[in-house]
């Protein structure tokens, strides 16, 4: 079974770029979830979706970033006109519907987006 | 979210067993306790997770205290392997996200 896979695995924009990364969650798994990790610092939830819904964006900046989960498709994390404080690891994990092991998350192995 | 309280590191030889403690006074009824860990350079991986019972796996055993309101993470024989931040959480059963609130978690250190 593949686990959560993550691409790019590393992805180098200059600054006022715009940065798309990408999450295929577990097969089966419509749920998932955005986390960030700044250097040297915790992990910090950013956005939850279920598909086509964004279901707690509270740890999203209010500017410049998006998600999205479409029917078909991995999920996509959208960071527009990067600045070098949006430099960091960015994870993804998802979990089956709720009802079956939904209290375990699976994470993908991250992009590490580097801003010039 | 209720909180955890982790001590920030700890050390450990290999091939001993550790003990991981984590301290959630604030805890509620309805809250599962789980273990994450991240290995430098990867996402957080699952550990285990409990209610009230102890509990085991192919990993680690959770130990839960009557009271709920500590727990600690039980790594019989560790590896070099086995050097990671481990991360305690308290996640609402019931809630209606799910997410995972991370903490500072424990720098475990195995040492040869």
């Not at chain 1, 910090?44 to 029917?71: C, H, T, W």
């Not at chain 1, 600045?83 to 992009?111: I, M, N, Q, W």
């Not at chain 2, 091939?15 to 789980?34: A, R």
């Not at chain 2, 309101?69 to 609402?92: E, F, N, P």
């Amino acid at each position: 079974n593949a686990g959560v896979m993550q691409n790019p695995r590393h992805l180098v924009r200059r600054r006022g770029q715009e940065a798309r990364l990408r999450c295929s969650p577990v097969k089966g798994h419509s749920h998932v979830y955005w986390y960030r990790q700044l250097p040297e610092e915790g992990l910090k939830f950013m956005v939850y979706l279920q598909k086509e819904n964004i279901i707690d964006e509270s740890g999203m900046p209010k500017e410049r970033f998006s998600a999205e989960f479409p029917k078909e498709g991995p999920s996509i994390l959208r960071i527009q006109q990067v600045v070098r404080g949006d430099s960091a690891a960015y994870f993804c994990a998802s979990s089956p519907p709720r009802g079956r092991g939904r209290e375990k998350l699976f994470f993908g192995s991250g992009t590490q987006l580097s801003v010039l | 979210d209720a909180k955890t309280t982790q001590p920030n590191s700890m050390e450990s030889n290999e091939e001993e067993p550790v003990h991981l403690p984590c301290n959630h006074s604030t805890i509620s009824g309805t809250d599962y306790i789980h273990w994450y860990r991240q290995l430098p350079s990867q996402g957080p991986e699952y550990v285990i997770h409990g209610l009230t019972s102890n509990v085991n796996n192919r990993m680690a055993s959770l130990a839960i205290a009557e009271d709920r309101k500590s727990s600690t993470l039980i790594l019989h024989r560790a590896t070099l392997r086995d050097a990671a931040v481990y991360y305690c959480i308290l996640r609402d059963r019931i809630g209606n996200t799910g997410k995972l609130i991370f903490g500072q978690g424990t720098t475990l250190q195995v040492k040869p």
